[in-house]
Each structure stands twice: as structure tokens, then as C-alpha cells.
């Protein structure tokens, strides 16, 4: 096969859609698909998707990515798969059935449970062998949820005919039979211990996970398994890389060495920072996880989420009305020279890293007479970087080196206000990536490195190119913005 016939799929199944991308030899795509995904939301709360959905999203994202690209999925040579983490699904293993809807990372159903665990004093042990919180985002409190719950589910487990999956290791099983995770995505569980790089029997005891439901951890770049049976490629592609989403994008982003860091601004923000060999124990609430290096083996890696990002500018738009467009959030952020006071606290679901409080509830506060809806639309996009700040400032009280830029991507990172203020608040250059899909492009380029298409990822990096923001605001200034927004914050954390 000649080496322009060597194409690689990359599938980034995401909480809002499946995204599938057809990469040439050369790193550049060659066609793209896209499929939205139905968003369940049963009771205040909850947010579940259907497994069904997401195998169909996955498929035809696949489908319109192999056609615009006019190639025949003959001539793909290997898949990669990233994927929303953390969301849970148990199936039967003989039928294949799920027991339930995924439930979503977003889910809060199970604060209850995690409140029960922290009364029996299980925390410190948690964060110590998973380098996690215990919050409900994770899965290990969803599956002890759904054994409580369903009691045909805890009769099979005991049978094992129970398996356990994250979207990674449901797309993989249905798609070549292997029931396999890989590293990054098993460090979101609660049930996987980062320094053995073993699952946790005493996690597994405490969430009720069976170890007969848990799947095989592999290194993310690695041989997962062979499409067998599925519909639309061919059998015998070989699954070359798996990762969760933000890891993969670290790797889109060239961040391979320690120190190196980027911030996806998409539904939430994401901030990961690769620390190579070192696990940093952190006392400002960040979670310490997985990554990958430069030829996809694990290396430690903090991180730090706001839960909502752009879906604070979604939500003014389709609840507020006060924009028509996410784009025209920035012209109208514009037409106004500052906020007029006024300070948006978007703590929709509880506010994460460094806070963690899940009682704390939206706000917007310093209104008065002259506001318009243009100041609060100004004031809504600085509260997306003011609490990206929060977690960038975490992490420099962590380490002991200095932070020269930070990389960004995502769908808000098309916002030049937005990251002209990202950059004037943390005083720092802002690299945006012309890259938008670092985490379908990352997920492609490390299946390539790992089939050995490419001899490591820096063969493709010359293709990324960056626009840089650089900061323009007095320290002072900067200074004293900040002090505001955390007064603002203390207003709005619950008990
Ligand atoms: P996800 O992968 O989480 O679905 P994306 O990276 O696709 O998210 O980004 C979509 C989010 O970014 C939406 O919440 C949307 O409101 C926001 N967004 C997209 N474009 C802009 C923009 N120009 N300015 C501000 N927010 C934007």
C-alpha cells in the first residue's frame, strides 16, 4: 500500500456530540463528521444519554467522515478513540443489553452517597491511592448507585455477567468484542489506584464494583483490539490508541514534557497540566491524574474543571435571549467599555476546583440602574476567565517553576475578547491553537505514533499553528479585579 493510502480514523465521542475526523499520512484531515447526541434530563440534576445514541452518533460521525473524505474505509490502517470520561454504563456481558441509560459525568444524582462516604471518613484514602476528590462526577458513586438500585444488576455482577464501561470501553466492546479501557480513562473511576496502576480492591468494595465487571487497563497507545461485525468498516482495523477527551487534547496540543499546560474552553473548561514523573499532591484542590507522554505512556498530570464555561454562554442565548449567537457574545462584550460593576458567578451546578462546593448556586451581582444586558454579556465572558484564572493560579501555588504561556482550544477559545481577558487577568501570553479539534486530532495523531505510521508526534507538530494573545493590563489592575471576584465568590458558597 503506498504511504498516501494510510489514513487513520480518529473518534471523539464528546458529551454534546460524536465526532469522527479521517487523518492522512501527512496529519492533515482529510474529512470530518459530526452527530449531535439527545440530552436526557429526567429529574433536576440528572443528565443521562442513551447507549444506543451514542453507538449511533458514533456510527454515522464515521460515516460522513469516511464519505467527505472520498477514501474507502479499506484504506484506514488504524482507529483511535477519545471520549467524554467518568460517564458510566453497565451492560450484559452474553446479551449485550445495557442495564440502564449512561449516566452522565454532569450527573449529580449521587451527592447523597458521596456525603455518606465522607461521614465514614473515606476521603483521605480516596484522594490518596486515586489522586481524585469524592464527588459525584466520577463513576465509582454512579455504580454504587445503580447496584443499590437495581437488584437484578447485583444478582448478575455476583455471576459475572456484568460489565462495567466508560464510553471508551462501551465503543470498543460493541465494536471489535474486547472489553479494555486504557489508563487515563480508568484514573477518573474511583475504583483505580495511580501510583500501582492497578484497580483498587478495597475502591472496588466501597463502590460495590465487582472485579468481574471491571475492564482490562491498557497503556493508551496500544493494541485494544480488531473491528469485528460493525456495520460499516471493514473486520480486522486494528484500535491502536484510547484516551480520555482531555488527555487527548493535551497530547493535540504538543503539551508531552512536565510543566507544559492547556485549557480546553468548550461546554466546561478543562486545565491540565503534564507533571512527567512527579504526582503532585495538591492542597489547593485539584485533582491529580493520568496522561500520556510523547509515545502515549503514562505520566502524571493535575487538572482542574469549571463546570461551566461556554454553556454559560449557550445559556444566554437560548434562556436569556440577550444574544442571538455565541459568536456576537464578542461584539457585543465590545460595545461597552467594562462591566459597569457587575460580576456574573455562573455556580449553576456548584462550583469545582479550587472551591468544590455543591451547594453554591449562580449569581449576578453589582447591579444597578445603568446596566444593560451588554454589560452582563461583558461580564459573563470575564467570569469564564476569572475562574479559569482561579484554577491557573492553583496550579502555580503547587509548583515550584514558573508558567510561560498557556495553550488553548475549544469552542470559546474563537472568542478573541475572551482570551484578550483571559490573557490581561492571569498576565500571561495566551497560544491559541488554529487547531480547533486538538482532541480528535491528538486521539489520531497518537494511534498513527502507535501503529508506527509516524516515528513520535513531533513528525505532525510543525503542522500546529498558534495566534498569540499577550497580556495588556497593569498589575494593579489585575491585581485588583481579582480580589473583587473572589469577595464575590465568598457570597455565594454555601454552608
Ligand atoms: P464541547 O466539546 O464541550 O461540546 P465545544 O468545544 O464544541 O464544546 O464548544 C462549544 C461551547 O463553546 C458552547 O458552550 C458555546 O456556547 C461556546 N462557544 C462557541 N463559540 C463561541 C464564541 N465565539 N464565544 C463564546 N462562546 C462560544
Redesign the pocket.
Known sequence: MSQSKQYILAIDQ????SRALVVDSRGKTKGAGYVEIPQHYPKPGWVEHSPQDILHSVRTAITQAIRKSRISSNEIRAIGITNQRESTVLWNRKTGKPYHPVIVWQDRRTSGICEGLKKRGLEPLIREKTGLVLDPYFSGSKILWLMKQLPKLAQDAKRGQVAFGTMDTWLLWNMTGEHATDVTNASRTLLYNIQTREWDQRLCRIFSAHPSMLPRVQVSASHFGNTKKWHILPDGIPVMAMAGDQQAALYGQACYGRGEMKN?????CFLMMNTGSVRVHSQQGLLTTLACDAFGKPVYAIEGAVFI??????WL?DSMRWIRS??E??QIAKSVSDSHGVTVIPAFTGLGAPYWNAEARGAILGLTRGVTSAHIVRAS?ESVALQVSDLVLAVKKELRFPIRFLKV????S??NF?MQFQSDILGLRILRSHL?ES?AWGIGKMAGVSLGIWKGPYVLDHLIRYQTFRPGLSRAKRKQMLHHWRRQIQRVLGP
Open positions: 464528546g458529551t454534546t456530540g480546553t474552553y468548550g461546554t466546561g464555561g461556554g454553556a454559560l454562554i449557550q442565548r455565541a459568536g457574545s464578542e465572558l482550544d475549544g469552542g470559546a474563537n472568542n475572551l480547533t482532541t
